[in-house]
């Protein structure tokens, strides 16, 4: 299995302060017939399911805030919030999708 | 807008089989990679498996040799099946849909399919496994 290592494991920021979080896979997760990364990053916020927020390590899905970023390519890649605020306050989980099984980042709680 | 729809919480009895459906209204199931996730308490979330709209399956290894997921497409939708549960199976359960990328190979005239991410999320039950 493809191993995913997020850090940290915690972050407390006040707001408006820059986030970011760092995610590290012990094999390439860029897919060199399509040069894709096969990487993506999940919001969780307590009782709620998660909510994707980027694929292909930098597509911003529809409908999330411009002031989260997505970056990286290989086995590093980072996840930033550029003025977190009130309703950021989550758990955030990286996903590599290049095998199965589709392994998640143990996760980065985003507190205020 | 697409809705995944999940059934309410459970309490088994260890050895039992855990049976779960995800009704899936306002969209097709062709074209998406139909899939299970959990999150045990007090941890991250765990992939169990998949299910395209031909039936292919994908199933974690450790879950592989007692998991099943099914697609009834009459009725539109899908299900997780686990046997002999123990009380490491206690987690909520996730339904939700995973996109499809299609990528045409001119060489070989074949497409290739990945998947790309889980959109739409169901809003998860409860399993207890406890005697």
């Known amino acids: 299995d493809i191993v995913v290592t997020q850090s940290p494991d915690s972050l407390a920021v006040s707001l408006g302060e820059r986030a970011t979080i760092t995610c590290k896979s012990n094999?390439?997760?860029?897919?060199?017939?399509?040069?894709?990364?096969?990487l993506g990053w999940y919001q969780h916020r307590a009782g709620l399911p998660p909510k994707l927020l980027f694929y292909?390590?930098?597509t911003r899905e529809s409908g999330v805030p411009d002031r989260f970023s997505a970056s990286g390519s290989g086995t590093e890649f980072s996840l930033t919030i550029a003025s977190v605020q009130a309703e950021d306050v989550a758990i955030y989980y990286c996903q590599q999708y290049y095998s199965v099984p589709y392994t998640f980042g143990q996760g980065t709680k985003v507190e205020i | 807008q697409v809705h995944l729809q999940q059934g309410g919480a459970q309490l088994l009895k260890p050895s039992k089989t855990l049976s779960l459906t995800c009704g899936v209204s306002g969209g097709p199931l062709t074209g998406y990679h139909w899939s299970w996730v959990r999150q045990p308490p007090g941890r991250g979330l765990e992939w169990i498996g998949e299910?395209?709209?031909?039936?292919?399956?994908n199933y974690h290894p450790s879950l592989k040799s007692r998991v099943r997921i099914s697609l009834d497409t009459s009725k539109n939708e899908f299900s997780l099946r686990l046997t002999s549960v123990t009380a490491a199976d206690t987690a909520v359960y996730y339904c939700?849909?995973?996109?499809?990328?299609?990528?045409?190979?001119?060489?070989?005239?074949?497409?290739?399919?990945?998947?790309?991410?889980?959109?739409?999320w169901g809003q998860g039950s409860t399993v207890t496994v406890s005697s």
């Open positions: 292909w390590a930098s």
């Open positions: 299910i395209n709209h031909s039936g292919s399956t």
């Open positions: 094999e390439t997760l860029l897919y060199s017939s399509n040069n894709k990364n096969f």
């Open positions: 939700a849909r995973g996109l499809r990328y299609a990528d045409y190979s001119s060489p070989t005239g074949v497409y290739y399919y990945y998947f790309y991410g889980l959109d739409v």
